[in-house]
């Protein structure tokens, strides 16, 4: 897909040292110890003005919290988060309902991100209520008309209710619905892994048709690879928590430096069977969040691990060429 | 027990089991809106004033019975008052107060539920230790308590109506809406800049309305046997006004004497709160079959 | 099942009867002074003063809430205005007869109405079982006065063979015994059926009776204890509808238990008696309530595990 997307390189989305941990066992007891499991232990990713910033891992690697706390759906236990130079966390009243104007979240699920009680229409126009209150209304009802068909659907469409619709429909009425406060940021959490196969597409296709049109900067959520790759300018890789690769797109897929999105890579499926590659199969389970392994928390499923590797936590370094990886045995590289 | 002669009985029984339950419910249903009517045109259908005391003409029998008088269709009670009339007015405001005491009920408790699930931490953990605190006495112990230590009147009675059955409202509510926050629904008008408020009328409570609703009309009977028994222990409804419960309790002092006194109130209150009950019964069945 | 499980429900258990406690102090100072509804407004100065200093109203209200709770732990909450005597005292001599209605009709209620739920259980849909639900449906939505006053119709006026209220005789205890079992019957039955169809219709029953094992072993061996861990959670519910129905029936026969006294108290006004039951009352059904937690941990082995830790 040769797109040809100016990627200006002001920064619009800064996360700094983002971690979250959830109480999994509350205090019954005043003798008791509290439980938590960490999510997020110091994200750090800056997203460009523009650009289509890709997040992959399998699922807990925490993708999904970094945008839900973006979002706002959950605080942060420490961290900054950065819009347009903004600080988002601890934000109160006004000002942070004018932001929640400039980034809008589509949701996995479309049907439970709709409710099920008020037709489509309305709740496309619902933001411009909220944020615009309630006069206008025949204007209101004009743009989501207008909204609805952009993503190829009709007026008719909009008086039925969710369950009325199919899964790629409802898809595109929360993608209408996010684009009506014509928000500057889009964050796509795993768009389309809850639609047919065949669905996906079409939605991938409108995502990239939006970004076309609006030039709207796109953070984009998945497990799956090769859609990131027809997606994405830049993405981080993440694995429990970390981040542990961070490339463009050329560099990530042609060359990945971490074992892990190595194999991630692999697993890509290539619809041509005579082409031969090197299987590098991840082997085993994500270890629990609860009992995260001592040292790199990928080593336990490494296929190149080091004695070392169960001792010390790899950093994330900036390689010389801009590229980030956390990897003891690419260090070693470096050093030498 | 499960062989297939019974399993095949068991869905013909079914089938007429249903019929039998919508003419039940009709008949239920029936005598409501009766009740509704004349609690509403009381005034109009009432014979006589119903405080209008006669001694002339003090418990009289029904006309059927031997020394009824045609102008008194119930009799009339001890100071000669005519019972049809009060009967009347009597339906008048034990629906009044009880339809009153289930709508503070359902709002006060929803609200508290709704609020419980929003704040959670502290505050939820206030409203259920309140809720707990409910659950462990019985109402009418909690209820006769405060009418002991306040003077009764009719709005502290209303409002002490208004409290009975809140906390089945909040655990409900509050249930319903903490899964309801967990969809994404909710979420989502979160994410857009909705207030709280806006999320929880416009969003939740359409989507929980239903068991709301049906949870209220289970109650409304419940309400009625409490206020009619309040009031059947003289702790209620105060004379000159008149409950079919307070009519239930002077009547009892005269059952030797003049039976129908105590026994007409008694009867249409039994009618009512066992309509009441079918018709609950059928509305829960027909808005939400997972709440049994 | 483990000790942080009863801990938690002992501690819950005395929280419950502090804030119980809290709440008849709150009530009762909130209702105003309690000065003038006893000594009247032509009461001298120095009688309010004295009384005042009597019962340490002049003391700040935290003083005496401290008071208060340590007075009500001793069982010393203050005398009954009308009968002079001490309210605890007063409450304890009516209780015997509170008690013995109770435990007639909980022991009939028992036999009654899970004799009754169970057998419109196993003839689920049928007539039988249509019958037993009428009469409980018509039970429960009767409220209790209703049933007593029919009762009398009935036995007294009609039929003249009872009498309509009083004690003394054994003849004194029929009707009030029998108006709280229907009342309490149909509930239990109600709850009883629906707990055993729970149960019936569970794979594990097919699966006995796939095994060839009897209908009556089914039930014995796998329906009834299982429906039996319900049937015990509604226990801490209905002895407070027992409680209720107590207050109810002894005001319609005029029986002279706790229930009347705290009718005829709330009508007098007589704070401290009221305040006794109404203590009284609830702790015995925190205890109540407590107790059935903690059996329904050695019942159902799975709560303790759900409900408490790991």
């Not at chain 2, 209008?52 to 009289?60: F, V």
């Amino acid at each position: 897909m040769d797109t040809v997307i100016d990627i200006k390189t002001e920064e619009m989305l800064k996360v700094e040292n983002l971690t979250k941990k959830f109480l999994i066992k509350k205090q019954k007891m005043p003798w008791q110890k509290k439980k938590y499991v960490h999510v997020l232990n110091g994200i750090n990713f800056t997203i460009n003005e523009g650009e289509a910033f890709g997040l992959v891992g399998e699922s807990g690697c925490g993708k999904s919290t970094t945008a839900k706390v973006i979002m706002d759906i959950y605080s942060p236990t420490t961290g900054s988060i950065k819009y347009n130079s903004t600080e988002l966390t601890g934000l109160k009243g006004k000002e942070k309902k004018a932001i929640r104007k400039d980034i809008q979240y589509v949701f996995q699920d479309p049907m439970g991100a709709l409710n099920p009680r008020i037709a489509v229409i309305e709740q496309i126009y619902e933001p411009l209520i909220i944020h615009y209150g309630r006069k206008g209304h025949k204007e209101y009802y004009k743009k989501a008309v207008d909204l609805l068909e952009s993503v190829g659907m009709k007026e008719a469409h909009g008086k039925m209710y969710p369950h009325q619709l199919s899964g790629g429909q409802r898809q595109r009425v929360v993608l209408a619905r996010a684009m009506i406060l014509e928000p500057e940021m889009l964050i796509c959490d795993e768009p389309i892994s809850a639609l047919d196969v065949s669905i996906q597409a079409q939605v991938v296709n409108l995502l990239m048709k939006i970004r076309e049109e609006k030039g709207i900067t796109l953070l984009f959520i998945s497990h799956d690879l090769s859609m990131v790759r027809h997606l994405c300018d830049r993405t981080v890789v993440m694995y429990m928590g970390n981040i542990v690769e961070f490339a463009d797109r050329e560099t990530l897929f042609n060359n990945p430096l971490h074992p892990y999105t190595k194999s991630l890579i692999n697993a890509i499926p290539i619809p041509d069977p005579r082409i031969k590659r090197e299987e590098t199969i991840l082997e085993g389970e994500i270890p629990s969040l609860l009992h995260p392994p001592s040292g790199c928390r990928f080593h336990p499923r490494c296929p190149i691990a080091m004695p070392e590797c169960s001792i010390r936590e790899p950093e994330l370094k900036i390689l010389p060429d801009g590229r980030q990886a956390a990897c003891l045995a690419l260090e070693e590289g470096v050093k030498s | 027990m499960y062989n297939n002669k019974t399993n095949g009985n068991r869905i013909m029984v079914t089938q007429k089991r249903i019929q039998g339950n919508t003419l039940l419910v009709l008949f239920a249903a029936i005598w409501i809106v009766a009740m509704l009517i004349i609690g509403t045109l009381a005034p109009v259908i009432a014979p006589y004033d119903y405080q209008q005391i006669n001694l002339n003409s003090r418990l009289i029998p029904p006309v059927w019975m031997e020394g009824g008088d045609s102008s008194y269709f119930f009799g009339t009670d001890d100071l000669g008052r005519d019972i049809l009339s009060r009967l009347f007015y009597s339906i008048r405001l034990s629906l009044l107060v009880a339809i009153l005491g289930t709508v503070i009920c359902a709002v006060l408790g929803t609200t508290l539920g709704f609020i419980a699930s929003h704040f959670r931490g502290v505050v939820d953990d206030f409203i259920m230790m309140l809720v707990d605190f409910q659950a462990s006495l019985p109402f009418m112990i909690l209820a006769l308590a405060v009418i002991a230590f306040f003077e009764n009147s009719m709005i502290l009675f209303i409002g002490i109506m208004g409290i009975y059955g809140w906390e089945r409202y909040a655990r409900f509510a509050r249930g319903l809406a903490l899964s309801a926050e967990e969809q994404g629904y909710a979420v989502a008008v979160r994410t857009f800049g909705a207030s709280p408020v806006r999320i929880y009328l416009r969003h939740i409570l359409p989507n929980v309305g239903n068991t709301l609703l049906v949870n209220m009309t289970m109650n409304f009977p419940k309400v009625i046997m409490m206020e009619t028994s309040l009031s059947f222990l003289g702790l209620g409804i105060q004379p000159p006004n008149t409950s079919l419960g307070n009519m239930v309790g002077f009547g009892r002092d005269y059952i030797l004497a003049a039976w129908w006194m105590a026994i007409i109130p008694a009867i249409t209150i039994f009618v009512t709160t066992l309509s009441m009950s079918i018709v609950g019964d059928w509305v829960r069945d027909k808005l939400d079959p997972a709440l049994k | 099942m483990n000790s942080a499980y009863i801990i938690r429900k002992v501690l819950r258990a005395i929280l419950t009867v502090w804030m119980v406690t809290t709440f008849v102090f709150l009530i009762l100072r909130l209702s105003g002074d309690p000065t003038v509804s006893v000594l009247g407004l032509e009461a001298s100065p120095e009688a309010v003063e004295a009384f005042r200093a009597k019962w340490g109203l002049d003391k700040p209200i935290s003083v005496q809430y401290f008071d208060f709770i340590s007075n009500a732990i001793k069982g010393d909450l203050g005398p009954s205005i009308l009968e002079g005597r001490s309210a605890l005292k007063a409450v304890l001599s009516r209780l015997p007869n509170t008690l013995i209605l109770m435990v007639i009709t909980t022991s009939l209620t028992f036999i009654v109405g899970i004799s009754l739920g169970l057998l419109a259980s196993l003839y689920h849909n049928t007539n039988k079982d249509r019958f037993i639900m009428v009469i409980a449906v018509a039970g429960y939505s009767m409220p209790t006065f209703v049933v007593g006053i029919l009762l009398v119709l009935l036995f007294s006026v009609k039929l003249g063979w009872l009498p309509s209220g009083g004690s003394g005789t054994w003849a004194h205890f029929i009707l009030p015994v029998l108006t709280m079992t229907l009342v309490e019957s149909a509930v239990f039955a109600r709850f009883t059926r629906s707990a055993m169809l729970e149960v019936l219709y569970q794979p594990y029953i097919k699966t006995a009776l796939a095994k060839g094992l009897s209908w009556w072993q089914i039930v014995r061996r796998h329906a009834l204890p299982n429906a039996s861990i319900p049937i015990v959670t509604i226990m801490g519910f209905w002895i407070g509808l027992i409680i209720a129905g107590a207050v109810i029936t002894e005001s319609i026969f005029g029986w002279p238990g706790i229930g009347r006294l705290l009718v005829y108290s709330v009508k007098h006004r007589d704070y401290n008696v009221v305040q006794v039951i109404v203590m009284f009352i609830s702790c015995s059904m925190i205890f109540t309530n407590l107790m059935v937690d903690i059996l329904y941990g050695f019942l159902d082995p799975r709560v303790s595990i759900e409900r408490g830790e790991e």
